[in-house]
């Protein structure tokens, strides 16, 4: 049998399932088998002398390579149109092999401010201990905003597309110019789009992370992430900026970075370097669940996005309801970049604000039934969260505020069951929950739809406006 490996032509439908892979030559497996081996066997003294200076480039050890693991960063590079991918233990993994191989003390870099707040905690906590500064950017609509912060230390702009929880859309081209123009390449967090829904290299990105752990292995089993970078960044240009990449390394035997790999120079120092070093390897079992869930990576975006649309839309209706951010609703500030950058959907993390406050967002998330109370997104099953009670909950108001989360503000991830079953979910909770206005909350012990029982068994309780 043939491998059917797809061109560059082919469909996205296509390359999610056989891109990186060719059936088993050994006993003729269709599925890419689990090598659940830490080492290799070497077949002589000059093999295993030559897999160390690498002019044998087959494999010596699995947290330096793994074939499970190779597939799947063969298939993440073709789904974003990168040229490389390194495959990690997590998403914070990523985050932290893709900074550490670009970033050293006394550099500072630039970030929106809207990003998952684990992120936000690595850059100003662990990073400000090694001496690596980030600077929060208030309106990264404006380009005068980012341009004015760059310093001659500034080393990269970094940004999530959709952040996570509220969707203040970021235009790439707008902020990957300001990136270029500078001389500075432009990291950015592609967790909640997928490159189903947007690509950001093909928008002048120059390095994309993943939590693969959300929607890409979508069956909310298995941690993963991924660096995913192209050849659209001159690194040897700046050498300046980049005195690890430009000058001799003692792992290529006294050359560069950039005289080895070119414009792949991060791409291999983020692997031989940083990953191989620090041990941030992902389990070629949680590779094989990565690689699994890819295969219908587009069919569940599809129902993901339609799903989170219908249910925007409901909670849009809804007069309990203060604000919905989902890009996809007309009214929504970010509706014109979603259609520039988010055609084919607008996938499925969004915050929606309910009056009533923290008392009021508790007792929806508690009457919902088909939604699952936790703190993961991107699975097939629908999630909720309180995002300032949990995620967010060591900021202070006014941080929270600056980042659009509320006392009523709930997290959802809209997941792939029928939208029906949702937004009946959706009704019943509000049914059992009336929220009055100016922060006075209503609420049952149990659900009923018969009126008169609600009047007769509910409880009151007054919490203070948000
Ligand atoms: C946007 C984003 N990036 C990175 C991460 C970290 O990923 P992981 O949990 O796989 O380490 C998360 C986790 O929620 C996330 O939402």
Redesign the pocket.
């Known amino acids: 049998m043939t491998a059917p490996t797809p061109d560059a032509a082919s469909g996205f439908d296509t390359r999610q399932i056989h891109a990186g892979a060719s059936p088993d030559r050994s006993h003729g497996s269709r599925i890419p088998p689990i090598h659940l081996t830490a080492g290799y066997v070497f077949d002589s003294h000059q093999q295993a002398h030559e897999r160390f200076t690498g002019d044998d480039t087959g494999y010596s050890y699995s947290r330096l390579g793994n074939p499970t693991v190779g597939v799947v960063e063969q298939r993440l590079a073709d789904l974003e149109g990168g040229t490389d991918a390194i495959l990690l233990a997590?998403?914070?993994?990523a985050?932290n092999v893709a900074l550490l191989a670009l970033l050293g003390a006394g550099d500072h870099f630039l970030s929106s401010r809207a990003?998952?707040q684990?992120?936000a905690n690595l850059f100003t906590e662990n990073f400000a201990r090694f001496g690596i500064e980030v600077e929060f950017v208030d309106h990264p609509s404006d380009p005068d905003d980012w341009a004015r912060r760059i310093r001659p230390t500034t080393r990269l702009l970094f940004a999530?597309p959709i952040p996570?929880p509220t969707n203040d859309l970021i235009d790439l081209e707008l902020v990957a110019g300001v990136a270029h123009h500078h001389g500075l390449p432009f990291v950015v967090?592609n967790?909640?789009a997928t490159p189903y829904l947007l690509r950001p290299l093909e928008w002048g990105a120059d390095v994309v992370?993943h939590?693969?752990?959300?929607f890409l292995t979508g069956q909310g089993a298995a941690?993963?992430?991924v660096v995913v970078s192209g050849e659209s960044f001159d690194w040897a240009a700046v050498p300046a900026l980049f005195p690890h990449l430009n000058s001799p390394s003692a792992a290529l035997h006294g050359k560069s970075f950039t005289q080895v790999h070119g414009r792949r120079a991060f791409s291999a120092y983020a692997r031989d370097v940083v990953s191989a070093r620090t041990g941030a390897t992902v389990s070629p079992f949680n590779a094989f669940l990565l690689r699994q869930g890819l295969e219908t990576l587009s069919l569940r975006m599809r129902q993901h996005s339609r799903n989170a649309l219908a249910v925007a839309q409901w909670l849009d209706d809804r007069s309990e309801v203060l604000s919905v951010d989902h890009p996809g609703l007309a009214s929504n500030a970010f509706h014109a970049l979603a259609r520039k950058y988010l055609p084919a959907g607008q996938g499925s993390v969004f915050t929606f604000t309910v009056a009533g406050g923290e008392a009021g967002a508790a007792a929806i998330i508690g009457a919902l039934q088909v939604f699952s109370h936790m703190t993961?997104?991107g699975d097939v099953r629908s999630l909720v969260l309180h995002p300032s009670s949990t995620t967010h909950w060591l900021l202070d108001d006014a941080e929270r505020t600056r980042l659009g989360i509320h006392a009523g503000t709930i997290r959802v991830s809209v997941g792939t069951e029928d939208a029906r079953d949702l937004l009946d979910d959706l009704q019943q909770a509000f049914d059992s929950v009336a929220l009055t206005e100016l922060g006075i909350v209503q609420w049952q012990s149990f659900p009923t739809t018969d009126a008169a029982s609600s009047v007769a068994s509910a409880q009151f309780a007054e919490v203070s406006a948000p």
Do not use: V
């Not at 939590?211 to 959300?214: G, I, L, P, Y």
């Open positions: 997590s998403g914070a993994a985050t990003l998952y684990g992120t999530e996570n967090d967790t909640l992370i939590s693969a752990s959300k941690l993963s992430g993961h997104i």
